[in-house]
């Protein structure tokens, strides 16, 4: 309200709240004479959900944005004088007329205020991929300048921000590490904080949903070759073995490229059987290729995953392909059967026109 001032010759603007919690009052000595202030209106003219104060006098009109938290306000000039008449047409008083009304939208506010969009970000992200980066627009839809500041909630180490500050507009990067977070369905959090002393809807807090689908059981690369010369040192190649989450067991074995190309289907109809001492299909045992050295031959996801792939010491110049065979010994586990073909070329001397001729399984 408007009332009598505290100090001689003054008006007061007097905020009260009985219960005091969560608004104090405030009284707020105004300039006097000429110049009083002669109207008071409560209303939300900036649009954030709250009230402003608006007091009015003959050449501007005040807003207090937050009178709730400080005594901040912004003025607005200009001539206010509207001298209402009475039904004889004489003038009866000197009194400005103020009615608060929000007529388009969410209005314009008069101090900062944060707006960022999207409101939320959504990863959909197969595991090991780091996904594409998402952008948030940071702006402020009010008067002034507001810088900022950004931070992923405590606990994310998947959520990874491609800048901590700026000043809006501005846009801030995003991005998550799938392999980090596992399998599964995760919830993170961004909050963006403007450090403008005043600036309205500060914080904003953008939820942030990581999902990593199963990728079953993994074996990769799927292929590689191995140049091999003679009389020189052992070439290795090194095979990745994986399953997100769960620990799996595993057996492989090295099998010609015309098994390998019938086991899955033997596998499916009971008809073929793995082990670690080789591989059974229609109860007859499949040798191995001599050529095709690998180590280990089992073990669990993921502490023992890495798998090493040579070429056989001794073995003949010549091109070789062959197929080692990963199964997975869960069940449940997608993509429990995988294949990892290799090509070796072993010769006495590789040059630039080197062609191999021959090829041996």
Same mark, same amino acid.
């Given at each position: 309200?408007?009332?009598?001032?505290?100090?001689?010759?003054?008006? &007061?603007?007097?905020?009260?709240?009985?219960?005091?919690?969560?608004?104090?009052?405030?009284?707020?000595?105004?300039? #006097?004479?000429?110049?009083?202030?002669?109207?008071?209106?409560?209303?939300?003219?900036?649009?954030?959900?709250?009230?402003?104060?608006?007091?009015?006098?003959?050449?501007?009109?005040?807003?207090?944005?937050?009178?709730?938290?400080?005594?901040?306000?912004?003025?607005?000039?200009?001539?206010?004088?509207?001298?209402?008449?009475? =039904?004889?047409?004489?003038?009866?008083?000197?009194?400005?007329?103020?009615?608060?009304?929000?007529?388009?939208?969410?209005?314009?506010?008069?101090?900062?205020?944060?707006?960022?969009?999207?409101?939320?970000?959504?990863?959909?992200?197969?595991?090991?991929?780091?996904? #594409?980066?998402?952008?948030?627009?940071?702006?402020?839809?009010?008067?002034?300048?507001? %810088?900022?500041?950004?931070?992923?909630?405590?606990?994310?180490?998947?959520?990874?921000?491609?800048?901590?500050?700026?000043?809006?507009?501005?846009?801030?990067?995003?991005?998550?590490?799938?392999?980090?977070?596992?399998?599964?369905?995760?919830?993170?959090?961004?909050?963006?904080?403007?450090?403008?002393?005043?600036?309205?809807?500060?914080?904003?807090?953008?939820?942030?949903?990581?999902?990593?689908?199963?990728?079953?059981?993994?074996?990769? #690369?799927?292929?590689?070759?191995?140049?091999?010369?003679?009389?020189?040192?052992?070439?290795?190649?090194?095979?990745?073995?994986?399953?997100?989450?769960?620990?799996?067991?595993?057996?492989?074995?090295?099998?010609?490229? &015309?098994?390998?190309?019938?086991?899955?289907?033997?596998?499916?109809?009971?008809?073929?059987?793995?082990?670690?001492?080789?591989?059974?299909?229609?109860?007859?045992?499949?040798?191995?290729?001599?050529?095709?050295?690998?180590?280990?031959?089992?073990?669990?996801?993921?502490?023992?995953?890495?798998?090493?792939?040579?070429?056989? %010491?001794?073995?003949?110049?010549?091109? =070789?392909?062959?197929?080692?065979?990963?199964?997975?010994?869960?069940?449940?586990?997608?993509?429990?059967?995988?294949?990892?073909?290799?090509?070796?070329?072993?010769?006495?001397?590789?040059?630039?026109?080197?062609?191999?001729?021959?090829?041996?399984?």
């Amino acid at each position: 309200m408007l009332r009598d001032p505290v100090d001689a010759g003054k008006v &007061s603007l007097l905020q009260v709240n009985p219960a005091n919690v969560p608004v104090p009052g405030h009284e707020i000595a105004l300039e #006097p004479g000429f110049y009083s202030w002669k109207q008071v209106r409560a209303g939300d003219v900036n649009g954030d959900g709250r009230d402003e104060i608006v007091i009015l006098r003959s050449d501007r009109f005040r807003v207090y944005p937050q009178l709730w938290q400080n005594e901040s306000y912004t003025d607005f000039p200009g001539s206010y004088r509207l001298p209402p008449t009475g =039904y004889d047409g004489r003038v009866i008083a000197d009194w400005p007329v103020m009615v608060l009304a929000n007529l388009d939208g969410p209005g314009i506010p008069s101090s900062p205020t944060l707006t960022v969009a999207p409101t939320s970000l959504s990863f959909n992200v197969a595991w090991g991929n780091p996904g #594409p980066q998402q952008a948030l627009a940071i702006d402020n839809s009010g008067a002034g300048t507001i %810088a900022w500041t950004a931070q992923v909630t405590p606990g994310n180490s998947w959520l990874n921000l491609g800048s901590t500050s700026g000043t809006a507009p501005s846009t801030l990067y995003t991005s998550v590490n799938s392999a980090v977070a596992g399998v599964g369905t995760h919830t993170g959090n961004i909050r963006i904080t403007a450090t403008t002393p005043g600036t309205l809807n500060s914080p904003q807090n953008i939820p942030v949903t990581l999902t990593v689908p199963d990728p079953g059981f993994l074996v990769y #690369p799927t292929q590689m070759t191995i140049w091999q010369k003679i009389g020189a040192a052992t070439v290795t190649r090194e095979v990745q073995l994986v399953r997100p989450g769960i620990p799996t067991g595993w057996v492989a074995t090295a099998l010609p490229m &015309s098994a390998a190309a019938v086991l899955e289907e033997k596998l499916a109809s009971g008809a073929a059987k793995v082990t670690e001492n080789g591989v059974m299909i229609d109860g007859v045992p499949v040798p191995p290729p001599a050529w095709l050295s690998f180590d280990p031959t089992s073990g669990t996801t993921p502490t023992e995953r890495v798998m090493t792939v040579s070429v056989t %010491a001794g073995t003949a110049p010549g091109t =070789y392909r062959g197929a080692i065979v990963v199964v997975a010994q869960d069940p449940t586990a997608l993509n429990p059967v995988q294949s990892v073909i290799v090509t070796a070329v072993v010769a006495n001397q590789f040059n630039y026109n080197y062609l191999p001729l021959i090829s041996k399984q």
